[in-house]
């Protein structure tokens, strides 16, 4: 191959990787496979669309090395090599050139940490890599995304990703490199695992970092949108002090919380760290700063038993009754994390009807059934 022109396999579901990473690369965005380096970022959801789409660019000989990286391939690397050519595992910033000019070059890939490929029919993973300092990237170049403000969770929940992909300590950019690139935006939003814990370890909040944050921002006078999509905020990080702040500075009317159950017992053995209570104190706290509180449930999870499933429904309707909203997901199990050969509970017929009527009376939104994910995913 000549000199390799780079392409990022760009759709809605990868657009924020690809934000972080194309500042670092001479790379354009692609709809299709394109001769050259072809890189992609997907998740588990997407992969087996994606495995298709280069199954059939390799069979018509299209002259491409395909590098694969995001939440899937860095999880499951020997399965990703089966249709890819290279694997980045964890994050890209570092990774992600060195690997290009490795291919570029025609070098051996075997001194680019934090990547996976074969050699010899056998799979070759590199030393991993030390988690990036985030002050030393840009949070997004040509493309706009949230400004992410903080990686890693010390929490390590067994059904998420975040704390296999980005470590269980927690990494924060700097105010003035956030400040810089929010004049950028015409509304400031962010992404963070827990918007409150800015600054903090992840498991106690330093309020006084967030306030200093948002009071930087404000001197832009723009809208700031902070602990909503596509961020959340833990429920036992919410407290007066805090809401005071997202109402001082802020122009949101509503805050994400991820409660994910209403069972003591499941919030335990998740790896939660908060009880229901905190839950039920945060949406209390958060109607009294006039907030509405978006909540976040998982119905499915392994080992939930149908008074485990009567509870969490209990919980939304008290969430919806009082004033909240609900977004329900159905528990995927995920790869690289403790539950990802666990089996999704059956939901009970009295859970799946009254999901869907709170759905059709337009007081929950997501998606809860097993039936209605195979269909999103197979269109």
Partial sequence: MS?????????????????ALLPLIEADLARKPEPGIMLYSFATAQSVQIYREVSEAKAAKLDATFVAGGPHPSAMPEEVLEYFDFVVIGEG????????????????PASVKGIAYKSGGFVRIT???????????????????????????PWGCTYCQTPRLFGCKMRHRSIP????????????????????????DGRAARLEKVEALLSGLAEQKKPIYFGTFPSEVRPDFVSDQALELITKYCANKSISLGGQSGSPAVLRAIGRGHSVRQVEEACDLCRDHSLTPQVDLIFGLPEESAQDQRMTLDLAKWIVKTGGKVRAHRFTPLPGTPLAKALPATLTEEVEAELGRMALEGKLTGIWSARDRHQRQVC
Avoid at 3 to 19: D, G, M, P, T
Avoid at 93 to 108: C, D, Q, R
């Fill in 177 to 200: 490199v956030i400040t810089e690139y929010a004049r950028r935006h015409k509304d400031i939003r962010f992404t963070s695992p827990n918007s409150l814990a800015y600054g903090s």
């Fill in 127 to 153: 030393e991993g890599r030390s988690p990036v300092d985030l002050d030393l990237y840009p949070p997004f170049g040509k493309i706009l995304s949230p400004l992410e403000i903080s990686r890693g969770c």
């Fill in 93 to 108: 910033e570092e990774t992600l050139p060195e690997l290009i000019g490795a291919i570029e070059n025609g070098e051996s």
């Fill in 3 to 19: 000199r390799c022109k780079a392409w990022f396999r760009w759709n809605n579901k990868n657009s924020y990787s690809i934000a």
